[in-house]
């Protein structure tokens, strides 16, 4: 696959800790995207950057942080004031930020809260 | 409200069969919906979008504005056919806004 990855693919985290997850990209893509996943769910956006140095909150973003310092990168940053932050999350990538390109997904982190 | 509905969690049909995976949608202006499937141990991808009226492995999907549907449809099932499958609609802030995707299982 490549183009898009994501790591760790599995994260462990006890109650009370911030925990990063990686997001990288070589397409040279502008837009990036974080999504949820939950078990019967549809994805919900967390963050979304449509370009480099910008983001924007999507529906859910409340506990969680971003930052968008290189093209290539969109860590998300799952702190302690999420209140049930155990979940898939998707990172995502698209030419640009206007909703008609082809989003392309890494593999996913799943994040568990001890 | 702005809202993508995919009434079933799971469709089993037989190998050969018709299929038919429905998504209805909610939105106020013109719609611009897509299909994305996930085969099992492979990423999320794009199947297809409405505006490209393609048909993709044996897949087409019309839009219905008087229904208000975008549903997925292929004549004969296959076994690698089974799938997630999600509909999206891109919203008036131009992010996707997705179903709660139906899971696809094509019996041999």
């Known amino acids: 696959d490549g183009g898009i990855t994501q790591s760790p693919k599995y994260l462990f985290r006890k109650e009370g800790q911030n925990v990063t997850l990686s997001c990288e990209q070589n397409?040279?893509?502008?837009?990036m995207y974080w999504y949820r996943q939950d078990p019967g769910q549809g994805l919900r956006l967390i963050y979304y950057s449509q370009i480099v140095n910008d983001f924007q909150k999507g529906d859910i973003a409340e506990g969680y942080s971003v930052s968008r310092e290189k093209k290539e990168s969109f860590p998300l940053t799952v702190t302690s004031a999420q209140k049930n932050p155990t979940a898939f999350y998707l990172c995502?990538?698209?030419?640009?930020?206007?909703?008609?390109?082809?989003?392309?997904f890494g593999p996913g982190t799943r994040l568990t809260v001890l | 409200a702005q809202r993508v509905t995919q009434p079933e969690k799971l469709l089993s049909v037989f190998k050969g069969a018709p299929v038919e995976l429905k998504c209805n949608y909610s939105y106020s202006g013109s719609p611009e919906l897509f299909w994305y499937v996930q085969y099992s141990r492979q990423r999320l991808q794009l199947l297809l979008r409405?505006?490209?009226?393609?048909s993709i492995k044996g897949f087409t999907a019309d839009l219905n504005k008087g229904e208000t549907s975008f549903h997925l449809k292929k004549p004969f099932a296959q076994e690698e056919d089974s799938a997630m499958y999600y509909c999206?609609?891109?919203?008036?802030?131009?992010?996707?806004?997705w179903g709660a995707g139906t899971k696809l299982i094509i019996k041999p």
């Open positions: 397409l040279n893509h502008d837009a």
């Open positions: 409405h505006i490209s009226r393609e």
């Open positions: 995502a990538s698209s030419i640009s930020g206007q909703g008609s390109d082809t989003q392309y």
């Open positions: 999206a609609l891109r919203g008036s802030n131009y992010q996707l806004i």
